[in-house]
């Protein structure tokens, strides 16, 4: 079983929509996936469960009911000091894909992560047990189902509680805009990463052998990076598009693999480099929100108008899903 981030400091990259998309290719390439919406705002649980369901869900953990359906009431215990987290068993939102349904009562959890952080460094208990909480349940979960793949989905920053994701992740890959704003905000994954790598690497050389195991690894490897929501005008990609998009390579060398082949070459998955493209979906991310299905499973349900363009952004999913599978060492 292998896990994956999509991160980038910016928001508006689509982490969400890719996340949605790349686990319905996953599945159809014959992986089982657990989806872990880790971000409080809940968006990918948003994009998947009814509204009036996840309400219930969330109205359940806000009430401390004993109920396990969401990440915060299965970490809740460990985090509070009162237990063990809890087992919790995700729900299933399409053929191959699990979910475990995120809650906007994860910021507590953020809040705790800092002095669990400090307490990690000074090898206590609490602070190992708090900062892997999340980890704990996610691989419990990933393994009760029988998942091959773990994929985050991460709020668009580089607070504790990505700190803490990024870490429990084998594989991270980042959405990039082709605009100035998503371009500048690489720097800021680089430079966060390359510290919290180091910094855990000095909490894991510090503990004990015995609480080695139960600690996060902390060596999340460099997939590349995924240009998304370019537009095409007569035939072609737009040419502000293609201005920033040109830009993007020099920006991901400079910024994300330079300083993290400065810690170890190892965290590089051979050439980090561009692993697709996603064009703008246009009306079909409406539908696919309103459905709370990936595009390509909209055949039949959109206008057949669309059945080109759905089968074209299928086809780039699917080979996106291939190239981060090859280099996860997960041929299909």
């Known amino acids: 079983m292998k ?3 999509l991160f980038n400091h910016k928001g508006g990259v689509g982490k969400t929509t890719l996340v949605v998309n790349l686990a319905h290719a996953f599945a159809k390439a014959g992986k089982k996936v657990l989806l872990v919406d880790s971000d409080p705002q809940c968006n990918l649980s948003s994009f998947y469960l009814p509204e009036e369901q996840l309400d219930e869900l969330l109205n359940n953990s806000l009430l ?3 109920e396990t359906n969401t990440l915060w009431s299965a970490i809740e215990p460990v985090v509070l000091g009162r ?9 299933g939102v399409s053929a191959g894909v699990h979910l475990m349904v995120g809650d906007v009562l994860l910021s507590q959890y953020e809040e705790e992560l800092p002095t669990a952080w400090t307490e990690s460094f000074a090898r ?8 892997c909480a999340l980890s704990r349940v996610v691989r419990q979960t990933a393994q009760d189902i029988g998942a091959d793949l773990v994929i985050y989905d991460v709020g668009p920053n580089v607070g504790p509680l ?3 994701v990024l870490l429990d992740s084998d594989y991270f890959a980042t959405p990039v805009h082709t605009d100035l704003y998503s371009l500048r905000a690489l720097s800021t994954v680089g430079h966060s990463l390359t510290r ?3 910094d855990w690497k000095t909490v894991r050389l510090l503990a004990s052998e015995s609480d080695l195991k139960r600690l996060l ?3 999340p490897k460099y997939l590349g990076y995924i240009s998304s929501a370019y537009k095409m005008y007569a035939g072609g990609k737009a040419r502000s598009h293609e201005r920033w998009e040109a830009m993007i390579p020099e920006r991901v060398e400079e910024r994300i693999i330079t300083p993290l082949a400065g810690i170890d070459r190892g965290l590089l998955t051979g050439d980090p480099s561009k692993i697709g493209e996603v064009k703008d979906f246009h009306s079909l991310a409406a539908l696919s929100q309103e459905y709370g299905k990936a595009i390509a499973q909209l055949v039949g349900i959109a206008n057949s108008g ?3 363009n759905i089968a074209t952004i299928a086809d780039q999913f699917r080979q996106m899903a291939e190239c981060m599978l090859t280099k996860m060492e997960m041929s299909p």
């Open 196 to 198: 919290w790598i180091n």
């Open 83 to 91: 237990g063990e987290v809890r087992k919790t068993s995700g729900i």
């Open 162 to 164: 990505n700190r803490t």
């Open 124 to 131: 206590k208990s609490r602070g190992y047990d708090v900062t």
């Open 306 to 308: 669309h059945n080109a």
């Open 64 to 66: 401390a009911r004993t």
């Open 3 to 5: 896990t994956l981030a």
């Open 217 to 219: 690894f902390g060596q």
